[in-house]
């Protein structure tokens, strides 16, 4: 079974340049999540997704920050503009049922966003 | 607000010595804990995971934890470790909070690194 599928794995850019990650996660996985983990620390929440209606976005920056995920399938996380605190992994993870505590998340590879 | 303590940020052991990381979790209802793991260049994996039932939790590549419910505890044991269980390790908290369920709240990580 292939895993949850993040791209692009790194990338760097200047301040203030929008950036766009894309997450396509595990076949039949309703709950979709982005996390992002700064250096030296665990991931943190950004947004989770409950098939296509985000339920918790509730740590999202959303002076800066956005996220979509159209069909309930892939989402894409944007950030407009960068700022240099946004150097980070941001992670997806998705997990197989919907609004209940016992699923257990898979996380994708991440991407590595350096803000020069 | 719930939060996770990894006591250890760093920790540095000889193959075949025995490891023990703390993981003390901030939650006075129900939790599932999870503890993740995250080798040199991968993605981060389940290890093993509590839901309800036997409080000793085996996960895989022989590490166990085990939840103290009384102590807000979850340590990851492993009786002797080999150079590949080199990894961050991640112990991870997940417990209804409002209206919004599957939360997962993550530790620091602690870094181990296993000498050969």
């Known amino acids: 079974e292939a895993g949850v599928v993040q791209s692009p794995r790194y990338k760097i850019i200047e301040k203030k340049q929008p950036v766009a990650f894309w997450c396509n996660p595990i076949?039949?996985?309703?709950?979709l999540y982005w996390y992002r983990q700064n250096l030296g620390q665990g991931p943190e929440l950004l947004i989770r997704?409950?098939?296509?209606?985000?339920?918790?976005d509730s740590q999202l920056p959303k002076d800066r920050f956005s996220a979509e995920r159209l069909k309930g399938v892939d989402s894409t996380l944007k950030i407009q503009p960068a700022e240099l605190g946004d150097s980070a992994v941001y992670l997806c993870?998705?997990?197989?049922?919907?609004?209940?505590?016992?699923?257990?998340?898979?996380f994708g590879p991440g991407t590595r966003l350096l803000v020069l | 607000a719930q939060s996770v303590s990894q006591h250890n940020h760093h920790v540095i052991l000889s193959e075949a010595a025995s490891l023990e990381l703390g993981c003390n979790y901030s939650?006075?209802?129900?939790?599932?804990l999870f503890w993740y793991v995250q080798y040199p260049g991968q993605h981060l994996q389940l290890l093993l995971k509590?839901?309800?039932?036997?409080?000793l939790v085996k996960g895989i590549k022989g590490f166990e934890a085990e939840f103290i419910k009384s102590k807000f505890s979850f340590n990851l044991r492993k009786p002797s470790v080999q150079w590949s269980d080199t990894a961050e390790y991640f112990c991870?908290?997940?417990?209804?909070?409002?209206?919004?369920?599957?939360?997962?709240?993550f530790g620091t990580g602690t870094l181990l690194a296993v000498q050969p």
């Open positions: 993870a998705s997990s197989p049922r919907l609004a209940g505590v016992h699923e257990t998340q898979y």
């Open positions: 076949s039949g996985h309703n709950t």
């Open positions: 997704y409950e098939n296509e209606e985000a339920v918790d």
């Open positions: 939650y006075g209802g129900t939790v599932n």
């Open positions: 509590y839901f309800s039932g036997d409080p």
């Open positions: 991870a908290v997940n417990a209804a909070y409002g209206g919004a369920t599957n939360k997962l709240i």
